[in-house]
């Protein structure tokens, strides 16, 4: 067990402070906000989707997204000519990063895709422009990248950079998909009990309520971690997904490393969630994307898989539900799968 590790809400002096200084992205124009923040040294609140749990808003430097613009543009060879399309509205931290990283290079962006040679999406959306766009550059995120969903876009002439990281720790490793995953410039990654911690010049401060709930939690020397599983081996982060369990007829059953075994056999998403039981509390389902998925995972799962780590209930769900911010939106899927 780890000692003093510490909520990172800010404290009521320095709360006081920030609510005075922060500067919210939530009007029309969030870029020409960040940069004009940016300008005049003051920090911005950043409120997220609280799709992992309750919504909170975030406080960072701009400095905290500006200083990794340098290193990201000359790795992806970002030029002043290309033009970013994002698809997503911009109250999700991802899509506003990649509006700001483009201005930063000079670039434009648009939400519209016509005439973009760069795309920022989550692997689903990817997935759906394989078979309508011809093939471009693209920062993936949002989402772990199936390496075989990254060899079908190369495969069809698509250039697929992947990153993962969180809205409270920025950009934390790099690589072609979610196998490929080394960390980003300046980064330093500790995983303690198969959970992911950060260091970097890249965090957020914390957050506005300093009694609320949040998912950020930081170490004495500096290091912090949002509840994310993984595991660094050989240089290469392993992302199991934002820690979660269900209990199943008095059984604990962690889902984000038996989703991501359960993934590594299929090409499509698998998502595992639980489902109300009468007699169990909850019972263990798993909905895939592809009918040919539900067959190849399920008959996995039975040779591999036993008691309550075993999904009960299997669903083909073609089109996840999703959030505005374009993650799978797990209390509608339950709903869908319950019917």
């Not at 980003?184 to 303690?192: A, K, P, R, W, Y």
């Not at 998403?269 to 399920?298: F, I, K, M």
Request: net charge neutral; glycine share 10%; aromatic share 6%.
């Amino acid at each position: 067990m780890l000692n003093n590790v510490q909520p990172c809400g800010i404290g009521f002096r320095d709360e006081v402070n920030q609510v005075r200084t922060a500067r919210p992205l939530d009007g029309p124009e969030p870029t020409a906000a960040f940069w004009r923040a940016h300008r005049e040294g003051a920090p911005i609140a950043l409120r997220t989707s609280g799709t992992t749990g309750g919504a909170r808003t975030i406080v960072r430097s701009t400095s905290s997204w500006t200083g990794s613009f340098g290193p990201l543009i000359e790795h992806l060879g970002l030029h002043a000519d290309d033009r970013m399309w994002v698809p997503g509205p911009l109250d999700s931290t991802m899509n506003l990063f990649s509006a700001c990283l483009s201005e930063a290079a000079g670039a434009a962006w648009s939400p519209r895709p016509e005439e973009a040679s760069w795309a920022t999406l989550t692997p689903s959306a990817l997935a759906r422009a394989l078979g309508t766009r011809p093939p471009m550059k693209v920062l993936v995120a949002g989402d772990g990248l199936p390496p075989a969903l990254w060899e079908r876009a190369t495969g069809l002439g698509w250039s697929v950079v992947h990153y993962y990281g969180a809205a409270e720790l920025s950009l934390v490793a790099l690589g072609r998909h979610g196998q490929d995953l080394r960390p980003f410039e300046s980064v330093e990654i500790d995983t303690v009990d198969d959970r992911i911690w950060v260091r970097s010049p890249w965090l957020a401060d914390g957050y506005l309520d300093a009694d609320g709930p949040g998912a950020l939690r930081r170490r004495e020397d500096g290091f912090a971690t949002v509840g994310d599983r993984g595991r660094l081996d050989a240089g290469l982060l392993r992302v199991w997904g934002r820690a979660g369990a269900i209990t199943t007829a008095g059984a604990t059953v962690e889902l984000a490393p038996l989703q991501a075994a359960l993934a590594a056999h299929a090409r499509g998403e698998v998502v595992l969630l639980g489902l109300p039981h009468p007699e169990l509390g909850q019972v263990l389902a798993a909905a895939t994307t592809s009918r040919d998925d539900l067959v190849t995972v399920r008959g996995w799962a039975r040779r591999n898989l036993s008691g309550p780590r075993r999904p009960r209930v299997w669903r083909v769900v073609p089109r996840l539900p999703r959030t505005a911010a374009g993650k799978v939106d797990l209390h509608r899927l339950a709903e869908e799968l319950a019917r």
